[in-house]
């Protein structure tokens, strides 16, 4: 592996994001009004840099976040290993005061460490880390690509930073996240370092406060 500066993003924000309904990996929302202005902000803000590779998930949600950056002429492949974590049964419901509290049990269990409890239907953070193995890898591997643009998910880039970063699973809720936040990282050689955390200066013209409870249905 050689050095590398990895951009890593969560997608712009969904109308299933704004009413508060499960998404995961079994539904594949596209970015409304606003989720296409987040889109549009990040792109004027760093097209300049010179991206050698776009990585995303299978999602469209996150292709249509770089679509800008693609149809500049970047290089782009979709790896459905970066797709978000599936939370199951629960996917395309709207969080009710019930299903809030048994995502509030699941989290916990997550938090005592109990990283392979899976929520109903669905994976386990684990399940996550297994199949984001290969997908990292394959993004490592490519010597030729110093400088990468990565679109995924929430819950999926929470995991993914405690792999990168060695922490345990357990810590994945202490990074933070917003829709069409920034996550830059680089490598070394050795270790991966954050040099901007969930960094939304880019929104700063766009960006409308979000309700108390949305912020709580997207920490998820």
Aim: overall charge neutral; aromatic content about 8%; charged content about 25%.
């Amino acid at each position: 592996m050689t050095t590398k500066k990895i951009y890593l993003i969560r997608h712009g924000q969904t109308e299933f994001n704004l009413q508060g309904i499960v998404q995961g990996s079994g539904v594949d929302s596209s970015l409304n009004d606003l989720g296409r202005q987040q889109a549009q902000a990040f792109y004027e803000a760093y097209k300049h840099l010179p991206f050698t590779k776009i990585y995303t998930s299978a999602l469209r949600r996150t292709v249509e976040s770089v679509q800008s950056f693609i149809d500049s002429g970047i290089p782009h492949e979709q790896l459905i290993g970066l797709n978000e974590i599936s939370w199951g049964t629960k996917e395309g419901q709207r969080i009710t005061p019930e299903e809030d509290a048994y995502y509030h049990w699941m989290l916990n269990q997550w938090q005592l460490g109990k990283t392979n409890e899976r929520i109903e239907g669905g994976e386990s953070p684990e399940d996550v880390t297994e199949r984001q193995t290969k997908a990292i890898n394959h993004i490592m591997s490519k010597s030729d690509e110093p400088l990468v643009l990565v679109c995924m998910h929430g819950r999926a880039i929470r995991i993914l930073l405690c792999r990168l970063l060695n922490y345990p699973l357990r810590c994945m809720d202490a990074f933070e996240h917003q829709n069409l936040c920034l996550y830059e990282i680089d490598f070394t050689g050795t270790m991966f370092s954050i040099r901007r955390y969930n960094d939304v200066g880019h929104l700063k013209a766009i960006n409308k406060i979000p309700s108390p409870e949305l912020v709580k249905i997207s920490t998820l």
